[in-house]
């Protein structure tokens, strides 16, 4: 039997009385790109960080393609391209540059290492212009560079925390558009947070739709919808799960924060 790409198993997590993630159950399937659902606050990141080791597990328990991740961390590590939501490129450093740093992070062996950051670059569209400083990038070749950084130690597994927010819509469709060649040409598995809808409706197999620390939905975008009745979208079926409203405006104050992120770290 194949083993899940992830599984996590009752798992939760509180910050003092905060209960972040309240016992979920998930299963990620091999080759799927997964869209984890919810909005500001329903425990996404939290759930990211336990799976990339970054977190405890316990309660709960969690592996990526069969290894434990209490137990076997670095194992765990060397499986997953973990992309946050925080930026990691370093604007004074070419593409290049920025990408060959994670591969040698990430123990790319030498003789392989350029050849690798060539690929990832390639993978993203950036091979044109992997030789200028990254501080002149628009926001969204940033992301695409640092799916690169991700991408260089060829994990079987790419998580992404929100890697949309903050960018226009061509450079979102730019970025997912990468997302989904890559998952074509690679076969790996993509695990995605976002609270946009529409992206998860167009480029996710299967979502869970979180609130509250817990998963209130599963399924794919289109048996959702039916499930509910015609014509309905995936904000209807969280509305009808949650009683609540997912937040999808473009110019939220996390548009904003990332947006000045951005400026300020690349100067
Ligand atoms: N380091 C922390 N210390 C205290 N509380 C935290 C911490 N990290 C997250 N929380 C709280 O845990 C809950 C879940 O947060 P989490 O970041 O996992 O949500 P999210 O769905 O990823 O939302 P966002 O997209 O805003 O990051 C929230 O109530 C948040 O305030």
């Given at each position: 039997m194949t083993e899940p790409a992830v599984r996590c198993t009752d798992l939760s997590h509180s910050f003092g009385t905060t209960r972040a993630v309240d016992g979920v159950d998930l299963e990620i399937s091999p080759g799927e790109v997964f869209g984890l659902l919810g909005p500001?606050?329903?425990?996404?990141?939290?759930t990211?960080?336990?799976?990339?080791?970054?977190?405890?597990?316990?309660p709960g328990r969690i592996t990526v393609f069969g290894v434990d991740v209490a137990r076997r961390r670095m194992a765990v590590r060397r499986l997953i391209g973990y992309v946050p939501q925080q930026l990691s490129a370093d604007g004074a450093l070419t593409g290049r540059e920025n990408v060959a740093l994670f591969a040698r992070l990430f123990d790319v062996p030498r003789a392989r290492r350029d050849a690798e950051v060539r690929r990832?670059?390639?993978?993203?569209?950036?091979?044109d212009e992997a030789d200028r400083v990254a501080k002149g990038y628009s926001g969204g070749m940033i992301r695409r560079l640092e799916l690169a950084q991700a991408l260089v130690s060829s994990p079987r597994l790419l998580i992404l925390d929100e890697p949309?927010?903050?960018?226009?819509?061509?450079?979102?469709?730019?970025?997912?558009?990468?997302?989904?060649?890559?998952?074509?040409?690679?076969?790996?598995?993509?695990?995605?947070?976002?609270?946009?809808?529409?992206?998860?409706?167009?480029?996710?197999?299967?979502v869970a739709l979180m609130h509250t620390g817990r998963i209130?939905?599963?399924?794919?975008?289109?048996?959702?919808?039916?499930?509910?009745?015609?014509?309905?979208?995936?904000?209807?079926?969280f509305r009808a799960v949650t009683g609540d409203r997912l937040e999808?405006?473009?110019?939220?104050?996390?548009?904003?924060?990332?947006?000045?992120?951005?400026?300020?770290?690349?100067?």
């Open positions: 500001n606050g329903a425990g996404k990141t939290t990211l960080r336990m799976i990339t080791t970054l977190l405890p597990t316990t990832a670059l390639d993978l993203v569209g950036l091979a949309t927010i903050g960018l226009d819509p061509v450079a979102r469709s730019a970025v997912w558009e990468r997302i989904t060649q890559i998952r074509t040409d690679t076969g790996m598995t993509v695990l995605v947070t976002t609270h946009y809808m529409d992206e998860a409706e167009q480029y996710c197999d299967r209130r939905a599963l399924g794919t975008p289109a048996d959702l919808e039916t499930d509910l009745g015609p014509g309905s979208t995936l904000d209807d079926v999808t405006d473009e110019g939220g104050i996390r548009s904003v924060r990332a947006a000045r992120r951005t400026a300020r770290r690349l100067g």
